[in-house]
């Protein structure tokens, strides 16, 4: 009998050439696994499963995790206000850990003695699916013929020709990672340190030129309303927030970065759900949270990042992280008012009854209830007396 191996398929060129060469080369049983995180429609899906058979895949399997994508990684990138360098939402990067999780685990149902997949040497990916599989199946080798062979997309495209399978592979101008928490785009814009993407590379188009009004509402942190419309489920609520935003072009940037393996790099993004449900949240924690639970959020929110980002997601002190995130999030509840407009946004405010602005303390600038001026002069004393001691030192030493 032939030894299986599963190979996480896309149906591009790289894992088009795997799935064939594995099969004619290596003589592997090949079954093929795409897992879906949010960025495939019903008919993408099909199209991909067609490609598989065609390559002679004994078998192909559609695995949707969005759900477990949801519950295990957004809820808590916005529980912690997730930009990496302040920019990037982690779209692309947070999305590949559950991939590779949904495709070891399958390779472990099926009995397989191999995993394969089909990213280069150059990226962050090959550390992200080697990782996983190795941590959570140390005895499933792993197979990656096009970084492993440094292969041309002109070989992998002849190589393919030549045992039969033809298929359109022309290059795209720009390469288009779409998920559920955002779509990456990349071009000869992004390989430079002194240009950007043009309009026409961003897969959302701006159809609204006037402006609107957008309310987001929150039950402790989490997405539940949109525009007056419930959502018992958290990812159409991000669905739709995602339409509304992407309509005006919002949520474009690029992001510039640490690799995993140390490189510099540079990517194009669009991401008008993300940015906008992590802005009105963060807007929403600004009134609701006390300072210090906004300053360590900050502190833990960027390591949960950039943990994430690293292939990290399996280290045991993200679940401790996660646990001090949700904690901060029961009084995170109320809505935000956004003012939309062609490529950007303005919170407008919030309404909460978890509000500490409302108060019986006192008005900024305007009225104290809950203190006199006698004490305010009083603190204000004790609090300098450090700096008093401090530059009175340094009085007497400088004579």
């Known amino acids: 009998m032939k030894e299986k191996v599963v190979l996480a398929f896309s149906g591009g060129l790289d894992t088009?050439?795997?799935?064939?060469y594995l099969s004619v080369e290596k003589g592997y049983e090949v079954h093929t696994a795409i897992a879906n995180t949010g960025g495939f429609s019903d008919d993408e899906l099909k199209s991909i499963e067609e490609r598989a058979f065609k390559l002679g895949a004994a078998s192909h399997a559609s695995l949707d995790v969005t759900k477990e994508y949801y519950e295990k990684s957004i809820k808590y990138m916005v529980f912690g206000n997730v930009l990496r360098n302040g920019t990037y939402p982690i779209s692309v990067s947070s999305e590949r850990i559950f991939q590779a999780i949904a495709i070891i685990e399958y390779a472990k149902k099926i009995g397989a003695k191999y995993v394969a997949h089909?990213?280069?040497?150059?990226g962050n990916d090959q550390v992200r699916f080697d990782l996983t599989f190795q941590v959570l199946a140390p005895e499933i080798?792993?197979?990656t013929p096009t970084r492993d062979m440094?292969?041309?997309r002109e070989y992998e495209i002849n190589y393919l020709k030549e045992h039969g399978y033809v298929a359109d592979f022309a290059k795209m101008e720009y390469s288009i990672n779409k998920g559920l928490w955002g779509t990456s785009v990349g071009g000869k814009e992004t390989l430079k340190s002194d240009q950007t993407l043009?309009?026409?590379?961003y897969p959302s188009q701006v159809t609204k030129h006037e402006g609107e009004l957008l309310t987001i509402d929150f039950n402790k942190g989490e997405i539940c309303g949109v525009n007056g419309v419930a959502y018992d489920d958290k990812i159409e609520a991000i669905r739709a927030v995602e339409a509304v935003g992407a309509a005006y072009g919002i949520g474009r940037d690029m992001h510039i970065g640490d690799t995993?393996?140390?490189i510099k790099g540079r990517v194009g993004f669009e991401a008008a759900g993300a940015l906008l449900i992590i802005n009105a949240h963060k807007m929403l924690e600004k009134h609701t949270l006390s300072k210090w639970q906004q300053y360590w959020k900050d502190q833990l929110g960027t390591w949960y990042g950039m943990f994430l980002h690293e292939a990290q997601y399996l280290e045991p002190v993200m679940r401790d992280m996660e646990k001090f995130l949700e904690s901060t999030q029961q009084n995170v509840s109320g809505t935000v008012k956004v003012q939309l407009r062609p490529y950007s946004y303005t919170l407008i405010g919030i309404e909460s009854s978890f509000d500490l602005m409302k108060t019986d303390f006192g008005e900024y600038g305007e009225v104290n209830r809950a203190?006199?001026?006698?004490?305010?002069?009083g603190f204000t004393k004790i609090l300098a007396n450090q700096m008093k001691i401090?530059?009175?030192v340094q009085k007497r030493n400088e004579k």
Do not use: M
Request: net charge negative; proline share 3%; glycine share 10%.
């Open 371 to 377: 203190w006199s001026a006698d004490d305010v002069k």
């Open 16 to 20: 088009s050439f795997c799935a064939k």
């Open 141 to 143: 080798e792993i197979i």
């Open 118 to 122: 089909g990213s280069t040497g150059a």
């Open 150 to 152: 440094t292969l041309t």
């Open 260 to 262: 995993i393996i140390g």
């Open 390 to 392: 401090y530059y009175n």
């Open 198 to 201: 043009p309009e026409e590379a």
